[in-house]
């Protein structure tokens, strides 16, 4: 193996190595990876490539980061060879989707998967075991229970694939992957589903007949180039049995060819006679010959009857819990990182895979009996208690003693997980038991953006509204602006959206989107004098969490309120996170982690190490610490690092009937109602599982209400469901149990339409969405629908679900481009427009309207001659098609901008 020297102690190196096992140092960041140009790029869906990870004959293995949820996952590009011409391309997606509906915690199904260019990638968890070829060369022979659970939970995942008619066609050790447990057993993840298939179209284009697969773990049927089904799986597993019995396959030859012979015409050696000191129990090799027959009808018939047969196998070993664990533990050479269980050789000093510093080794068996035995003893009560704040409530007990008759805002930033919530939530119950009036309000439950929704709660809360927001006969002493403000926040979601007009117009008659925005903010500044009133002598403190994630139109109210406020004393707080501006202004107080000391006192021998602590080294994010404290009660062992993994880990290993209750409460959002939880998703048991999960503190149950314990926890759900699954949970969460459109905010059918691929209806959601926020004064949330549309019409460019998806394109680039221009961000709205214009042709009223965008766009940014010709081309073309409104509308921003 070629060697790599370290430029640090000058030791040779494996080349495997990503680290140094002498000093330390990282030397896979100085050799191996500096001409990969995909390293640092950044796919679809925002999965920046970190490292390659191995090269196998589908593609190359990346690890990579899914940046918006600080969480690792796998990316897989597949080679250009396979790819073929587009047909092929296109089989390769229809594959894709097909494995990406996988949905079982022992299997790694397809998160994502798409085109970026040329290259097409899939996106998977990103898996920190062994698989069972290398634990088998490392490790050596497993105990007879270690091989029969390992089996058991690969049935599990192919028993699911198989109901989904989907045929792996290449199960071999390599892929399948071993997550140690704390309890000393492991947890399976069965990987590269569908991919064999994938390879198999390809070739077929070129070489009809080629069998794919690999010879040693090959079906006979599947030699021949026969029709293969569930059974062929089974006897690949039955050939995985024979060799962890055995130490050697059934059938070795000089020739893959002569392999595939052996397993269509050769009967399997007895076991029994390969490995004869192995003392082979005969109900396992009874099961192991019937998996290898060679008629599929001999064969167990599914994965299911498989399982039943070894988990029966097992019973009859008859071995006590403490003698199969001394089995499980065996005797290995070295001992194993503690960080990425790598084995390291005897004397080593630091771990060749991960880097970290490796402690004089005991026996691993004891050690880790021991570790465990401590831990569990001191597992203290979950929730953590709220503790080492008092300078952070005090801060904001400060801020609520000096409101006076004036608006006072406070605003609390800190990271996701860090104790944002709690601490608000602390201080707010400490003010209402003070006698202050709270009043508190947040982003949509859907996390929709669904206009005006924080706003309504809020002046709900504080003028003491229905939470329709009454009638008018409600409203006593509001202004006419203020009234106005009110009809149009509580007006019914069925309210006729106005198309906006072209950027260049400055007005049509209708209410400016300037009047809407301060009509907004009036309604605001009444209830808050409303509530001053109600409150007499107390205090008033409107707390609103997530500012970053509030609806653009309640942002803008806030803002306008906070910069010219009314005459009433009161307490604005908000939460966000430190890469947001609100532009709030006023005091702000950073909160950190906390202390490590604190955080192990907390975690009572479940200690958080410098790895998972924060930048400084000295603070631990209270969510890290509770997550690591139920992961250690679930048994997992060697946690990873950063909370997006420690968190996506967790919901890896639930038990199906959680996962897929945990999955649709994420997509239905908060507040969710348990009986439309289960008109999308299927559960053996759900009251079960709702438990499992309450427990596991993933979700509260409030009032027969469901929702995510924690807005962090539903994201990582959301960035882990496989995408078919994703598809179609969107799909039935729009529709009722009669397929007719739910009475939902045309926000939330959009985003339910969008993730479930239905193209048609997602774009005209969303370009009315965009009217409705450009309407409201909402000019960033008008950019963000028209760019999601914009991208949808894009994907429907390869797809073609929808007719003309080149007209449609030109449609949301031109709708793009004039957003972007009323909101100020000229360049960018330029560069859209000069691509609408390649499309729009050489005449029409596309081209008319994208070239007086690119006139009013180039007189914003000072380019009178480049405005003036662009008007002039436009009023020309629209002239010649008779297109009269477009002609009298150029010709008076004409007369306007005085361009002649």
């Known amino acids: 193996m070629p060697e790599v020297v370290c430029p640090q102690c000058e030791h040779a190196c494996e080349s495997s190595h ?36 191995g090269v196998g004959g589908m593609g190359r293995v990346y690890r990579a980061e899914q940046k918006v949820l600080g969480r690792t996952v796998a990316v897989k590009i597949v080679h250009p060879h396979l790819l073929g011409d587009e047909n092929a391309s296109a089989r390769f997606i229809t594959e894709a989707r097909a494995a990406s509906r996988l949905n079982h915690p022992n299997s790694v199904g397809v998160i994502d998967f798409g085109r970026n260019g040329g290259q097409l990638y899939l996106v998977m968890e990103f898996l920190r075991g062994r698989d069972l070829a290398r634990v088998t060369y490392e490790d050596g022979l497993l105990a007879f229970p270690r091989i029969v659970d390992i089996l058991v939970q690969v049935m599990a995942a192919l028993a699911e694939a198989h109901h989904l008619e989907i045929i792996h066609r290449d199960l071999k050790p390599e892929n399948i992957v071993l997550e140690p447990m704390r309890s000393g057993g492991d947890f399976v993840k069965v990987v590269d589903f569908g991919l064999a298939k994938m390879r198999e179209l390809n070739t077929n284009i070129t070489s009809p007949g080629l069998v794919c697969g690999t010879p040693d773990y090959m079906a006979p049927e599947q030699g021949r180039g026969d029709p293969i089904d569930a059974r062929s799986d089974l006897y690949a597993c039955g050939v995985i049995l024979y060799q962890l019995l055995t ?5 070795e030859a000089e020739s893959p060819t002569q392999v595939v012979l052996m397993h269509l015409s050769q009967p399997p050696p007895d076991p029994t006679k390969i490995a004869p000191e192995r003392n082979i129990p005969a109900p396992l090799v009874e099961v192991c010959m019937r998996a290898l027959s060679k008629n599929p009808a001999a064969r167990y018939q599914n994965a299911d009857e498989f399982a039943a047969a070894l988990k029966t196998t097992l019973a009859s070993l008859g071995r006590s819990g403490k003698e199969r664990d001394a089995a499980w533990a065996g005797a290995e050479p070295g001992t194993h990182c503690p960080s990425c269980n790598a084995l390291v050789p005897l004397g080593q000093k630091f771990c060749g895979d991960c880097g970290t510093r490796i402690s004089s080794p005991r026996g691993r068996g004891q050690a880790d009996a021991l570790a465990t035995g401590n831990e569990l003893r001191h597992i203290p009560r979950l929730p953590l208690p709220f503790t080492a704040r008092e300078e952070d409530l005090d801060w904001l007990d400060l801020c609520r003693f000096e409101v006076g008759s004036w608006v006072t805002t406070a605003r609390v930033v800190g990271d996701h997980g860090v104790g944002k919530t709690r601490l608000l939530r602390q201080f707010l119950l400490q003010a209402s038991d003070s006698g202050d009036l709270v009043v508190q309000a947040g982003p949509d439950p859907w996390s929709a953006d669904v206009g005006y929704w924080s706003l309504r709660s809020a002046i709900v809360g504080l003028a003491g509204l229905p939470t329709d927001g009454g009638s008018p006969s409600d409203w006593t002493s509001a202004t006419p602006e203020a009234r106005r403000g009110l009809e149009e926040i509580f007006a019914k979601s069925g309210a006729r959206a106005e198309a906006l007009s072209p950027a260049w ?35 008033v403190i409107l707390a609103i969490e997530d500012l970053h994630a509030l609806d653009g139109a309640s942002k803008n109210a806030l803002v306008d309120v906070i910069q010219e406020p009314p005459l009433v004393g009161m307490l604005l707080v908000g939460t966000h996170p430190p890469d947001y501006d609100p532009g709030w202004g006023g005091p702000e107080r950073r909160l950190g982690g906390l202390p490590l000391n604190v955080a192990q006192s907390l975690a009572k021998g479940i200690a958080p190490t410098a790895a998972t602590s924060s930048n400084d080294g000295k603070t631990v994010s209270p969510m890290y610490v509770e997550q690591l404290v139920r992961f250690t009660m679930e048994g997992g062992k060697s946690p990873p690092a950063r909370l997006g993994d420690l968190v996506a880990m967790r919901l890896e290993r639930l038990q199906t009937d959680a996962r897929r209750i945990l999955q649709g409460v994420a997509v239905l959002g908060d507040d969710t109602d348990p009986g439309q939880l289960l008109s999308i998703v299927q559960a053996a048991d759900p009251d079960g599982a709702i438990e499992e999960l309450r427990s596991a503190g993933m979700i509260e149950v409030t009032d027969r209400r469901i929702s995510s314990s924690h807005p962090l926890i539903r994201d990582v759900v959301l960035g882990t469901i496989p995408a078919g699954v994703k598809r179609e949970l969107h799909e039935r969460a729009a529709a009722d149990q009669s397929a007719a459109t739910r009475e939902l905010p045309l926000e939330v059918l959009a985003l339910h339409s969008y993730h479930a691929q239905n193209s048609f209806e997602a774009l005209m959601l969303l370009e009315t969405i965009a009217n409705r926020a450009g309407a409201r004064g909402d000019l960033n949330g008008c950019v963000i629908a028209l760019r999601r549309a914009l991208e949808l019409a894009r994907r429907e460019l390869f797809r073609g679900d929808i007719d003309d998806p080149v007209r449609a394109v030109l449609i949301f680039s031109r709708k793009l481009g004039e957003a972007l221009a009323r909101a100020g961000n000229y360049a960018d709205a330029n560069g859209v427009l000069l691509e609408a214009l390649d499309l729009a042709g050489p005449s029409g009223p596309d081209r008319v309207q994208v070239l007086g965008a690119l006139a009013f766009t180039a007189k914003e940014r000072t380019r009178p001659d480049e405005a003036r010709r ?31």
């Open 247 to 251: 130490g050697r396959l059934p059938f």
């Open 505 to 539: 117009e400055t007005g049509n008659g209708i209410m400016s989107h300037s009047d809407r925005r301060f009509i907004a903010a009036e309604a605001l500044r009444w209830a808050m004098a409303r509530a001053a009133r109600a409150a007499q002598k107390n205090r």
């Open 18 to 53: 990503k680290f140094c096992p002498v000093c330390g140092f990282p030397i896979a960041e100085v050799h191996g990876q500096l001409d990969d140009p995909l390293l640092g790029t950044t796919l679809p869906g925002g999965y920046t490539i970190l490292e390659l990870v």
């Open 870 to 900: 662009y008007l002039r081309e436009a009023i020309h073309l629209a002239k010649e098609e008779l297109l009269v409104d477009l002609v009298d509308s150029l010709e008076h921003a004409r007369r306007e901008w005085a361009m002649h």
